[in-house]
C-alpha cells in the first residue's frame, strides 16, 4: 500500500503539521474506453469498483458520479447495520454484508468507526410480539444472533424508554441483535474510494450521465457531461435516479422513487449506546460520536426527487420520539435533510442483469442500503465480472417481479428499512 | 411539501390527501388472456419519472374523492388538477 495509515504515518506527518498528507483518490479525466464502468459513486458503486479490481482483476474500470463521491443516499442515511431479516434469501445477502462489515476497517485500512452496539426492535402491540419472536427463530436458524427482550429487559438495556403500559403505543417487548451497530457512512465511501484507486479504478466526479449507447441488445457506451465513454458493461448503481438511467436504456423498472428524511439533534453528552428502533410508531433513534441524536423518519407517500421531503413526516416521527423518550422533549434538532429512495414492491433490492447485454443494475435498497454496503459491492461485481448472479443474490434479479417469486420482506418481517 | 387544489373543495394541505400512483394505467380488459411479462407490467413496472408525471391522488381526509394531477417531480410543482374522467391536458 503506498500511502498506508498508521500510527507511525500519522507521527511522521505531525512533524509536517500533517499538510503533506497524500491525496487518497485522483481526479482523472475520463478514458475513451474502459472495460466496465459504475455509474454511481456511492457506497455501493465504490464497493463494487473495488471489488471488481481486488477479486475478479478487473483494473480498467471507471466510477462515474454526477456530484462528489458519498454526497447522495451514503452521506444522507442514519448508518444502522443489521442482519436480522426474516426471509433466508434476505438474512443470507445482509449478513454477508455484516460479516465483512466486521473486518472492513482492518481490509481497507480506513477507520470506518464500525460499533457494533446492538439493534433493538421495539414491538408495541400483541402482532408486533407475535412477528417478532417468530423473526428472531428465523434468524437463529440462520445462524444469526438475535434475542427476544421483554418490557423489563428493554428497559434495562436502555433506560431512557419509557416503559409504562400507559403511552398510546406502550413497549411490549423488543428484538436485540448485538452484532448488529453502527459505521461512520462517509468514511465507508471515502475508505473504497482509496481502496479502489489505488487498484487503479478511475472515479470521475460531477460528471453526470445523459444517455446510454446500445447496438441491438448489446450496451456500446454512455454518453456524459465529458463526453461519449465505450464499454461492454456498465453497473448501475444509482439508487432514486435508478430508474431516470433505466429510462435512457428503454428500460423500466419496478421502482418509485421517494424522499426519505432524517434528522440530527444538537450534541449532547451520551445518552444512548445502542440503535433502537421502532417500525410501528416509525422512530429509530441512535447517538452519534460527535454527540448528536440521529433520527430517522418516514418516505413521503408520493414520487419526488427534491430531496427534502414533507414537515408532517418529520412531525410523526418527533412524536413517537418524545412519547418513548420524555427525556428528550426539551432538545433542539440542528439539521433536517432527505435523500431519494428507491422502493421496490417487495422492499427488497435488485441485484441482477437485465434482458440487455452488458447492462447491470444494483437498486431497490429503498430505506435500508446503507447496512449491505460491502456485501452489495461484492455481489454486483461478482455479477458484473462472471455476467451470472453469486448463489447470495440470485434470488434477487429483476424476473422475480415477472415469476411472481418475490422476496417479501415489507409484509412479513415487521422491519423499518 | 405543497398545497394542492382539490377540485371539488379547493386548496388544501398535501398531508389530507393520499397519491394513488401513476394516472391513466389502465387495468387489462382480458386479464385470463395476459401473458406473466404484461402482468408484470401492470403490476409492478413504473415509468418513475424525474420532471412531468401524471398521477392519481385521493382527498382521503377531506372529501375522500378520487382526481388526476399534474406533477413535476422534480420540483414538486403542480402544473394541473382535473377530475376522474377527464381528458388529461396537453402540455
Known amino acids: 500500500m503506498k500511502n498506508k495509515y498508521s500510527i507511525f504515518s500519522l507521527i511522521k506527518n505531525a512533524f509536517s503539521q500533517h499538510e503533506n498528507w497524500k491525496q487518497a483518490w485522483g481526479d482523472p479525466k475520463p478514458k475513451r474506453e474502459y472495460e466496465a464502468i459504475i455509474i454511481g459513486g456511492g457506497g455501493h458503486g465504490l464497493a463494487t469498483a473495488y471489488y471488481l479490481a481486488k477479486k475478479h482483476n478487473m483494473r480498467n474500470i471507471a466510477v462515474l458520479e454526477k456530484g462528489w463521491i458519498g454526497g447522495g443516499n451514503t452521506g444522507r442515511n442514519t448508518t444502522i447495520i443489521r442482519s436480522n431479516y426474516l426471509w433466508d434469501a434476505s438474512a443470507g445477502l445482509y449478513d454477508h454484508a455484516l460479516k465483512i462489515w466486521e473486518n472492513l476497517s482492518q481490509e481497507l485500512n480506513y477507520n470506518i468507526m464500525f460499533s457494533q452496539r446492538g439493534v433493538v426492535n421495539l414491538a408495541h402491540n400483541l402482532q408486533d410480539v407475535r412477528d417478532l419472536k417468530r423473526r428472531t427463530h428465523a434468524n437463529r436458524l440462520n445462524g444469526i444472533d438475535a434475542v427476544w427482550l421483554n418490557t423489563n429487559q428493554v428497559k434495562e438495556f436502555c433506560p431512557i424508554i419509557n416503559t ?232 434477487f434479479n429483476l424476473n422475480r417481479f415477472v415469476s411472481g417469486d418475490l422476496v417479501d420482506e415489507h409484509g412479513a418481517a415487521a422491519v423499518a428499512h | 411539501m405543497f398545497l394542492i387544489n382539490c377540485p371539488y373543495c379547493g386548496e388544501r394541505d398535501q398531508s389530507e390527501f393520499s397519491c394513488g400512483g401513476e ?67 396537453v402540455e
Not at chain 1, 433520527?295 to 408520493?302: N, Q, R, S
Open chain 2, 23 to 89: 394516472a391513466h394505467m389502465v387495468r387489462p380488459k382480458q386479464p385470463t388472456e395476459l401473458s406473466d411479462d404484461q402482468w408484470a407490467e401492470y403490476l409492478f413496472m413504473r415509468k418513475n419519472i424525474k420532471g412531468v408525471q401524471f398521477e392519481r391522488w385521493n382527498h382521503a381526509h377531506g372529501c375522500r374523492k378520487w382526481f388526476n394531477m399534474v406533477r413535476d417531480t422534480s420540483n414538486d410543482k403542480i402544473h394541473a388538477v382535473y377530475k376522474m374522467g377527464e381528458k388529461p391536458p
Open chain 1, 164 to 395: 409504562s403500559p400507559d403511552i398510546r403505543y406502550p413497549v411490549l417487548g423488543g428484538t436485540l441483535q448485538r452484532r448488529a451497530g453502527t459505521a461512520r457512512h462517509d468514511a465507508v465511501a471515502w475508505g473504497y474510494a482509496r481502496g479502489a484507486d489505488e487498484m487503479g479504478v478511475d472515479i470521475i466526479q460531477n460528471c453526470e450521465v445523459k444517455g446510454i449507447k446500445r447496438n441491438g441488445d448489446q450496451v456500446e457506451g454512455v454518453e456524459t457531461s465529458k463526453g461519449f465513454i465505450k464499454t461492454k458493461k456498465i453497473g448501475v448503481v444509482a439508487a432514486g435516479h435508478s430508474s431516470v438511467i433505466a429510462n435512457m436504456a428503454g428500460l423500466k423498472l419496478p421502482l418509485e422513487s421517494k424522499p426519505l428524511q432524517a434528522l440530527v439533534s444538537e450534541p449532547v453528552k451520551p445518552i444512548i449506546d445502542t440503535v433502537v428502533m421502532s417500525n410501528a410508531v416509525h422512530a429509530y433513534v441512535s447517538q452519534s460520536d460527535k454527540g448528536e441524536l440521529v433520527i430517522g423518519a418516514g418516505t413521503d407517500a408520493y414520487v419526488s426527487y427534491t430531496q427534502r421531503g414533507s414537515h408532517d413526516v418529520v412531525e410523526g416521527t418527533l412524536k413517537a420520539i418524545l412519547e418513548l423518550y420524555p427525556i428528550f422533549s426539551r432538545m433542539k434538532m440542528l439539521r433536517q435533510w432527505g435523500g431519494i429512495v428507491d422502493i421496490c414492491p417487495d422492499a427488497s433490492p435488485i441485484i441482477s442483469k437485465t434482458n440487455i447485454k452488458g447492462l447491470y443494475f444494483n437498486c431497490g435498497w429503498g430505506t435500508g442500503g446503507f447496512k449491505a454496503t460491502p456485501g452489495s459491492g461484492d455481489l454486483f461485481a461478482h455479477t458484473i465480472a462472471n455476467d451470472e448472479p453469486h448463489k447470495l443474490n440470485a434470488a
